[in-house]
């Protein structure tokens, strides 16, 4: 039977494949258009997100909806999920083990969604989807072409947080991120040219 968005949510909903389930409140499999052009991939949910089981909701989450209105999109226009969609414990990074048990659920919606564009946030998401060697100070906003898809990492919203003096640089990552979306992204950029 061919999968569908809704009974992947359910199993990935149900899933017992490493410890994380035992210490989750909510699954957080993602956030927005499931047919966007436009995938956004964190590392895995914190505090806030595994009690709202929505992703990128707190501070961090502020910050990407204003990264993403900068260049005209908001999360009606782009998916937004996480390597991992359980909350590691503290916060701490997901254990190899865990983005194991999870990336098939990320590489099923990855195949429904059938993205031209995938933009890793942070540097876990990155070695996952990019290059297991990837230093995200040296190589973010260059991109990559991966399995028919185009493929970027960013600083991760609460790096940004973090180190404002990094801002700069995001802000020339996200023009271009538009300005790719512009060249291999009809629907997108068919939303723009409405605006």
Not at 20 to 32: A, D, E, K, M, S
Not at 145 to 151: A, I, T, V, W, Y
Request: proline fraction near 6%.
């Amino acid at each position: 039977m061919p999968d569908t968005w809704e009974a992947l949510k359910r199993e990935c909903e149900r899933c017992h494949e490493c410890a994380l389930c035992q210490t989750r409140r909510n699954v957080v499999f993602g956030v927005g258009n499931p047919q966007a052009e436009i995938l956004l991939v964190g590392e895995g949910p914190g505090a806030h997100e595994d009690e709202q089981g929505v992703p990128f909701v707190g501070r961090a989450g502020k910050l990407l909806d204003d990264m993403l209105a900068m260049i005209g999109l908001d999360r009606s226009k782009v998916y937004i999920t996480n390597i991992v969609k359980c909350r590691p414990p503290e916060n701490r990074d997901p254990l190899n083990v865990e983005q194991d048990a999870c990336t098939g659920y990320l590489r099923r919606q990855i195949a429904l969604m059938q993205p031209k564009i995938v933009v890793s946030l942070g540097r876990i998401a990155a070695m996952r989807l990019i290059d297991p060697k990837f230093r995200i100070t040296k190589d973010h906003g260059i991109w990559y072409d991966r399995d028919g898809m185009r493929m970027m990492a960013m600083y991760h919203p609460s790096a940004l947080l973090r180190d404002p003096s990094r801002r700069p640089e995001a802000f020339d990552d996200l023009k271009g991120l538009q300005r790719e979306i512009q060249q291999v992204c009809q629907r997108t950029t068919a939303d723009w040219r409405d605006l």
